[in-house]
């Protein structure tokens, strides 16, 4: 049953000009100043969501993105001054880049979180899908296999120093700690100081793929997933994927249960204005994750086309509405969107989180006004039952 409601904010700052005919993705740059304004507009997102009865507010870890799309780099950082500045929200860290990081700092940063913020700040780890952020960091990325490698063992290693008072670690990319002396004698064990003092560490991954060894690494540790957001369209297979998992190593869950499935969402008195005032929004999101893979069944002559300014008709690129019928966008009034959750709530018993996000590229202002609308007239016929 559906009780918590989310957003995910990947960082984009007020873009100005929006849609296929506005400036092209790789064409975009912004002044300093310009991009700090990610900071500000993170306050005013989580103390509306905070107001409103929201669960999550998730932020997205990115780098050198002078294009302005998703521009925060450090989660935890962010995340305990938003705590600060809120009550009952917890921010996510959906998803810390874990090939960029040391596992351990990360281990150890999300730790300090942790405490400052009474147990406030959600983990979560990704592979990341930039190149130009992962493989600056000297991580691969390109080569997919090294990728997960390195990642798989990474989290091993986390979940060993948050669960251990002490530990330690060989594989193939860390041997941890490193066979030197200290002090008068050999390091054989560490401890991670401070560990977590919210135990079990709540930890969530997206779903792209959900292939079988994706979906058994996750259930292994109990990392719950993240379906949607354009990694994935609302179609079953990585729902019934990850519950399969489960099943293969004994749990049994219901269908839904350990995720969250998000759509983009926008708010108006009818189908039609939704749409047209959505249309910009769900333009740049095309226009910045189909190079990445993220706009599926998206061709590469489309992708091609969706570079430029105009012509996407012509060039079949797919439109909003393409991506309303496979229930990854919504666009219409909040009865009608109390009406698409009940029916995905009937589909997805152990359903119980839902992220409701706006579109990358939408204002300021706009996402006040879309969270306060849903937070007035949609969430409530959920969370008050």
């Not at 691969?140 to 330690?168: G, H, M, T, W, Y």
């Not at 779903?207 to 109990?222: C, H, L, N, Q």
């Not at 998000?262 to 740049?284: C, M, N, V, W």
Request: proline share 6%.
């Amino acid at each position: 049953m559906i009780t918590k409601f989310s957003n995910v904010y990947a960082g984009h700052v007020d873009l100005g000009d929006m849609g296929q005919h506005a400036t092209p993705a790789n064409e975009r740059r912004y002044s300093n100043a310009h991009l700090a304004t990610v900071f500000s507009k993170a306050e005013a997102i989580a103390t509306t969501m905070d107001e409103h009865g929201y669960s999550i507010l998730w932020l997205a870890e990115h780098h050198f993105q002078h294009e302005g799309y998703e521009v925060i780099p450090n989660l935890m950082m962010a995340a305990v001054h938003l705590c600060h500045l809120t009550s009952r929200l917890k921010i996510g860290c959906g998803f810390n880049i874990a090939p960029m990081w040391h596992p351990l700092r990360l281990a150890e940063d999300f730790a300090v979180a942790d405490i400052l913020t009474k147990g406030r700040v959600i983990f979560g780890v990704g592979r990341g899908y930039h190149s130009r952020e992962v493989e600056t960091f000297g991580a691969p990325i390109i080569d997919q296999e090294a990728n997960r490698e390195l990642f798989e063992e990474q989290v091993e290693i986390i979940f060993k120093a948050f669960n251990n008072e002490r530990f330690s670690h060989q594989g193939k990319h860390y041997t941890l700690p490193p066979r030197v002396p200290y002090r008068g004698y050999e390091l054989k064990e560490l401890t991670l100081v401070p560990r977590p003092v919210h135990l079990p560490v709540e930890c969530w991954q997206p779903i792209v793929s959900a292939k079988p060894r994706a979906m058994d690494f996750m259930v292994r540790y109990g990392i719950k997933g993240v379906i949607g957001g354009g990694a994935a369209t609302m179609a079953e297979g990585p729902i019934h994927s990850y519950r399969e998992a489960a099943q293969r190593a004994g749990k049994n869950w219901a269908l839904g249960e350990n995720l969250g499935i998000g759509i983009f969402f926008h708010l108006a008195d009818s189908r039609a204005k939704a749409i047209r005032e959505l249309t910009p929004f769900y333009e740049e999101h095309v226009k910045m994750f189909a190079p990445l893979g993220f706009v599926p069944g998206i061709t590469p002559a489309q992708v091609e086309a969706a570079s430029k300014r105009g012509g996407w008709d012509a060039a079949g690129v797919p439109t909003l509405e393409h991506y309303m019928k496979t229930g990854a966008w919504f666009a219409g009034p909040p009865e009608d969107l109390v009406a698409y959750l009940r029916d995905l709530e009937s589909r997805y018993p152990g359903l119980e989180l839902v992220n409701l996000s706006t579109s990358m590229g939408t204002p300021k202002a706009v996402m006040m006004e879309q969270l306060q609308w849903a937070g007035k007239e949609v969430l409530p016929k959920f969370t008050q039952r």
